[in-house]
């Protein structure tokens, strides 16, 4: 088993929930909270959920498949994102910044996706 709390990519993708929470759900709409704020706010919790559920897996082929969930995860987050910036709930400055943080954090999940099927 593995601690999460340990692992680079769990953190990078914790602290984007944070910041997802804290700066950008809470500017969309109220007539949004039920809709795209909720499922925001679900798609980005749940990928350091299934990173944190993965490492309680015993094998790397399991684990990849947690993350293989969080990507997924993450692709809706990316999402909901964009169709905020669209919507012209958040700036576009708001969007970059956030698009940039999934960006990055897409890139090291892959990353340790490959390195774990290795």
Not at 17 to 37: N, S
Request: positive net charge; charged residues 30%; hydrophobic residues 40%.
């Amino acid at each position: 088993m593995r601690d999460y709390k340990k692992l680079e990519v769990w953190s990078k993708f914790h602290h984007l929930y944070l910041y997802i929470k804290k700066e950008i759900a809470v500017k969309l709409p109220k007539e949004e909270k039920y809709e795209l704020a909720s499922q925001l706010q679900r798609a980005a919790l749940s990928v350091p959920l299934n990173i944190a559920e993965g490492c309680g897996r015993y094998t790397d082929k399991d684990f990849a498949h947690f993350l293989d969930n969080a990507l997924g995860s993450l692709n809706e987050t990316d999402y909901c994102c964009f169709a905020a910036s669209e919507l012209d709930y958040i700036s576009n400055k708001e969007y970059n910044i956030v698009n940039k943080m999934i960006n990055e954090s897409r890139a090291m999940l892959i990353a340790f996706l490959k390195f774990l099927r290795r």
